[in-house]
C-alpha cells in the first residue's frame, strides 16, 4: 500500500520560510514525477510544483521563492518556502505519480495517482 506522508507546515508570519517533507512508502518513485499542490478554502486544488527525472516545475506565482527538491535514497520530496505571503496560506497536498510528464503535463492534479493526507499553511501579515 503506498502512503505519502506530509510534514513540516505551520504557522509563520509574512516574510518567514517553512520546509515541507513528503515521505513515500509502499512503491519506490526514482525518476517518477512527485509534485505539490495547495488548496485554499473555497478553491480548487491548485498546482505549486513538481520535479520529474529532468527538472522542476514551478507555478509563475512561486518562481524565486519555492524550491522543490528531492532524494531518491529516502523516497521524500521536498519544498522550501521562502519569502512567503499570506497568500500561500493554504493546505499542501503531496502528489506522487506512476508515468513520466514534462512542462505543463506535470501541473494537472488527474495526472498523479497518490496523495498525501495534506499538511496546513499559515502566512499571518
Known amino acids: 500500500q503506498v502512503q505519502l506522508v506530509e510534514s513540516g507546515g505551520g504557522l509563520v508570519q509574512a516574510g518567514g520560510s517553512l520546509r515541507l517533507s513528503c515521505a513515500a512508502s509502499g512503491r519506490t518513485f526514482t525518476n517518477f514525477p512527485m509534485g505539490w499542490f495547495r488548496q485554499a478554502p473555497g478553491k480548487e486544488r491548485d498546482f505549486v510544483a513538481a520535479i520529474t527525472w529532468a527538472s522542476p516545475y514551478y507555478k509563475d506565482s512561486v518562481k524565486g521563492r519555492f524550491t522543490i527538491s528531492r532524494d531518491n535514497a529516502k523516497n521524500t520530496v521536498y519544498l522550501q518556502m521562502n519569502s512567503l505571503k499570506p497568500e500561500d496560506t493554504a493546505v499542501y497536498y503531496c502528489?506522487?505519480?506512476?508515468?513520466?510528464?514534462?512542462?505543463?503535463?506535470?501541473?494537472?492534479?488527474?495526472?498523479?495517482?497518490?496523495w498525501g493526507q495534506g499538511t496546513q499553511v499559515t502566512v499571518s501579515s
Open positions: 502528489a506522487a505519480a506512476r508515468a513520466y510528464c514534462s512542462g505543463d503535463g506535470c501541473d494537472d492534479p488527474a495526472f498523479y495517482n497518490y
